[in-house]
């Protein structure tokens, strides 16, 4: 059954691949509920063996560039939005629930607009595991080789080689 799930998955992301103009190589993997929103102008490019799991999101906004390396995988529900510049390395597997964006609201003391955004790049180097439920902001470079633990929030830049988790504490207090 998994044997006959992989090869639907596999018919259907290369028809959506070309139907959307998505610059692509062979055996990519688009599993049930994955919603592709590419505007015009904008540039992806998925390389061999790309998966995108069930129920994925992936918007890529007008004039922009998302760029997905050979192997790499994003689990179940995961978001990426991109409305400047997002690459993500070879063989880099995502967690479920990861989220990434390239961009921020613009806030000031006028308060929030709707359609204003401050925008930025992510890049993510091969070889990388990013851990469920994290979220990447813009401005981040992640290096080669790293991990990044399940709930983390990332934004900067972390070098090649290293294992990031983000610190948390539990206070448990009774009920008074």
């Not at 129920?55 to 990426?80: P, Q, T, Y």
């Not at 989220?99 to 180097?125: A, P």
């Not at 469920?132 to 633990?149: E, F, R, S």
């Amino acid at each position: 059954m998994a044997y006959l799930r992989n090869i639907v998955a596999v018919i259907r992301g290369n028809i959506k691949c070309t139907l959307w103009k998505i610059k692509h190589t062979y055996l990519i993997r688009f599993f049930s509920g994955v919603i592709l929103t590419i505007e015009k102008s904008a540039s992806v490019e998925m390389k061999r063996g790309v998966m995108i799991g069930r129920n994925s999101s992936i918007i890529v906004r007008k004039n922009a560039f998302l760029s997905m390396g050979e192997m790499s995988s994003i689990n179940a529900d995961c978001k990426i939005v991109c409305q400047n510049y997002i690459s993500i390395g070879n063989n880099t597997i995502f967690g479920p629930n990861v989220l990434l964006y390239d961009h921020d609201h613009i806030f000031n003391s006028n308060g929030v607009k709707r359609n204003d955004f401050s925008k930025g790049k992510i890049i993510i180097g091969d070889n990388c595991w990013i851990g469920a439920g994290t979220i990447i902001l813009k401005d981040t470079i992640i290096g080669n080789n790293c991990v990044i633990g399940a709930g983390s929030v990332i934004k900067g830049k972390i070098p090649s080689g290293m294992i990031c988790v983000q610190k948390r504490e539990s206070i448990i207090n009774a009920i008074k």
